[in-house]
C-alpha cells in the first residue's frame, strides 16, 4: 500500500474504539503518526496504540474528557510536543443519548445536555485549538450522522441537533481557513456495527423494518468509513471543503 500518510501527525479524537479505532489503523497503514484520545478506558487505548506502533509508525494517547472544554488546549500541545505539528485533525469523539421523546415530562435533560457538551461544544473547542496551529494545507474531518440530515424513527431530536450542527459550523470554519488550503468536512455515516450504536439499538425501528429503508441492505463496515475519512484527509480531496458527505447506504435519497 502507498504511504500516503508518511510524514503526517493526525489527531482522532475517541480513537480507542469502534470507528476511531479502526481510522486510527487506516492512517498508520498509510504512514500517519497518529495521536488518539480516550476519556476512560486506558488500557483500550493503549491497545489500539500497539496496534499502530506495530505498522511502523509513532502513536500516543492522551487521555482527555471532551466535555470538558479546558482540555482542549493541552490537547493540541501534547500532540505537538510529542510529533512537532498536527496536519489532520479528525473530530470524532461523541455520545449518543437517544429514546426518549422531546415532551417525556422524565426527559433526563442532564443527559441529554451533556450529549451537547461533548458532541457540539467539545468538538468546537478541539477545533479552535487546533486552527491556527494546524499545518497550511492541512484537513478537518468532523464525523456526523446520517441523522444530522434525515431523521427516520423518533426519539433522536437532540442527537440528530448535535450532529446538525456540526454541519453549520463546519462550513463556517472552511470558509475561514479556505485561503491556507486546510479543507474542513463532516462525512455521515448511517449505522455502523459500533459499541455506541448497540447501546442505542433497542430505541431503533426493528433490524428488518430498518435495513428495509436502505437501498444498500445492510449496515456500513467501520473499514470502508475509515477509508473514506483518509480520502478526505489525502492529496487527492484538496479541492472538496465545506461539504457533508453521506455514507449511509442511499437511506433518505
Not at 451537547?116 to 494545507?137: E, F, H, K
Not at 444530522?148 to 441537533?161: R, T
Amino acid at each position: 500500500m502507498t504511504k500516503i500518510f508518511e510524514g503526517k501527525v493526525v489527531l482522532i479524537t475517541g480513537g480507542s474504539r469502534g470507528l476511531g479505532a479502526a481510522t486510527a489503523e487506516a492512517f498508520a497503514r498509510q504512514g500517519a503518526d497518529v495521536a488518539i484520545t480516550y476519556a476512560a478506558s486506558a488500557e483500550k487505548a493503549e491497545a489500539v496504540v500497539e496496534v499502530l506502533k506495530a505498522k511502523g509508525v509513532r502513536a500516543i494517547a492522551i487521555k482527555s474528557d471532551q466535555a470538558d472544554l479546558s482540555s482542549a488546549r493541552p490537547l493540541i500541545d501534547k500532540v505537538i510536543a510529542e510529533f512537532g505539528k498536527l496536519d489532520i485533525l479528525v473530530n470524532n469523539a461523541g455520545i449518543a443519548t437517544q429514546g426518549q421523546l422531546v415532551d417525556d415530562p422524565n426527559l433526563d435533560e442532564e443527559k441529554y445536555n451533556r450529549q451537547w457538551q461533548v458532541n457540539v461544544l467539545g468538538s468546537i473547542a478541539n477545533t479552535r485549538a487546533a486552527a491556527s496551529r494546524l499545518t497550511d494545507g492541512g484537513r478537518i474531518i468532523f464525523i456526523g450522522s446520517l441523522l444530522g440530515s434525515y431523521v427516520p424513527f423518533k426519539g433522536v431530536a437532540d442527537y440528530a441537533g448535535t450532529k446538525a450542527a456540526l454541519i453549520g459550523y463546519a462550513k463556517g470554519i472552511a470558509r475561514d481557513l479556505g485561503p491556507r488550503n486546510i479543507t474542513v468536512n463532516v462525512l455521515q455515516p448511517g449505522a455502523m456495527p459500533t459499541d455506541m450504536n448497540k447501546d442505542v439499538a433497542g430505541e431503533l425501528p426493528p433490524l428488518d423494518a430498518f435495513l428495509d429503508l436502505h437501498p444498500i441492505r445492510r449496515f456500513a463496515t467501520l473499514e470502508e468509513v475509515a477509508e473514506a475519512v483518509c480520502f478526505l484527509a489525502g492529496p487527492h480531496a484538496g479541492y472538496i471543503t465545506g461539504e457533508t458527505i453521506n455514507m449511509a447506504g442511499g437511506l433518505g435519497i
